[in-house]
């Protein structure tokens, strides 16, 4: 199946003692994902998260940061069995 992922600049904020902002510093890349969990690792595509069309990719870029590329990735999906809730 085919979908879509963003990835964008990681970028770390620099503030002075005081509190004051300094700067930004670009210190790598990291793709977009649906959580903000600490088990979730945003530099590793596994946990990226994956659009089924444009138009949602064009939404999300709003929230994407500095320097997005989008990406065509492909997955597979293997039904393990029905679940009992």
Do not use: C, G, N
């Given at each position: 199946?085919?979908?879509?992922?963003?990835?964008?600049d990681d970028v770390e904020d620099n503030f002075s003692d005081s509190g004051h902002y300094i700067n930004s510093v670009v210190v790598g890349r990291k793709w977009y994902v649906s959580s903000t969990a600490n088990s979730?690792?945003?530099?590793?595509?596994?946990?990226?998260?994956?659009?089924?069309n444009m138009r949602g990719v064009k939404q999300a870029l709003q929230w994407a940061g500095d320097n997005?590329?989008?990406?065509?990735?492909?997955?597979s999906v293997n039904v393990i069995g029905e679940v009992k809730i």
């Open positions: 199946m085919k979908f879509y992922a963003i990835e964008f979730v690792d945003p530099t590793d595509v596994a946990y990226a998260k994956l659009f089924p997005p590329r989008v990406f065509e990735v492909e997955t």
